[in-house]
């Protein structure tokens, strides 16, 4: 196995590593770790170069840093990337390979589950590394983290219609939700249990169909459900739903949804603000799942309560975000990254001893 460090400004440790026997070609990127580890999923995809999946990790990184910081899970952002067709390159050794990689980095970077890589690919990595999070409760970790994001999306609506309609009760507002999956779905159940009317689509008709079936909403095209005359529009499938073509066509008054990276291009955002369209920041809103994964950090591990409670603070995260949207009249979406940035300028410029004390990872019920 070959581990190299590549230098890259502005980043803390970014390392290449590639081991023959086993086929791993990855990348890890440590972004910061003032606020703590650096904590992010590891992502699987046939990338066409390794420049192409250099710009994702450095990408994904950063954006770790900035969400965990606004969600203050006591976290900094990382991100790893392995390189290849799941469908290949999947193996046992590979996995174990990776584990090596992750714990080469001693506890400065934790991984997770990301695009193509599950629970069972994370218990082979968890063989050769502890720092491995978001696992099974059976397994000492914090479970299936999409409730969570649901139950701080479902809070992010709320906290936004207070904002947008002075009134953050549900039961006259309509949302119309793009995407029933894990999170999607959860979130629609808790919206008709408020009382708003909900308006869904998705790209697999059964899903549809089930929740049609079981909570009695409305149901919309896959190409229309962008342009449905309502309050919310909640997107929870893909990323980039808010481009050139759908921006003029959006008949809401808040866009507030689980989805990463909604925004095309940051342009976007200037034209929602522009418009008068309220604006949840994605990883602003869609912090549950993190937070929730971070609460296995606590000195006594894992306890749900906690994480619900820290999860009830994301309201608290958007307004203020909102707050500097209006003060300094800029998009939500800058206002956003404006205000992770000064968490983290703060934590780096207050004395060492009172960052120590959240700095060092806590790894308390870790299997390895
Ligand atoms: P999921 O795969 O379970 O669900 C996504 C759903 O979107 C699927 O049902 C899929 O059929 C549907 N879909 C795909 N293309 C569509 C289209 N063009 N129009 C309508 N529906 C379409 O994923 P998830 O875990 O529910 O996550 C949803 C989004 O939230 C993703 O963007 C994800 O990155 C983001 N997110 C999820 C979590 C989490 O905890 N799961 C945390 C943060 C962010």
Redesign the pocket.
Known sequence: MEIHDLPVAGYERVVRARDPESGLHALVAIHDTTLGPSLGGMRMWPYASESEAMTDVLRLARGMTFKSAVAHTGLGGGKSVVIGDPKAVKSEKLFLAMGRVVDSLGGRYITAEDVNIGIDDLEIVRRSTRWVSGLAREDGGSGN??P??AYGVYLGIRAACGRQFDNDELRSRHVAV???????SALVERLVKAGARVTV????ED?VRALAEKLGVATAR?DE?VAVPCDVFAP????AVIDDRTIGTLRCKVIAG???NVLHEPRHGRQLFERGVLYAPDYVI?A??IINVSAEFAAGGYVEAEALRRIERIPEALRQVWSISNDEKIPASDAADRLAMNIVAEAKARPAATKAATASPRPGHFAG
């Open positions: 983290p999409s969570y994001t793009q995407g029933v999956g894990a999170v999607g689509a998705d790209a697999r899903r896959v459900i929870c499938a893909l990323g689980a989805a990463n869609n549950g799942g």
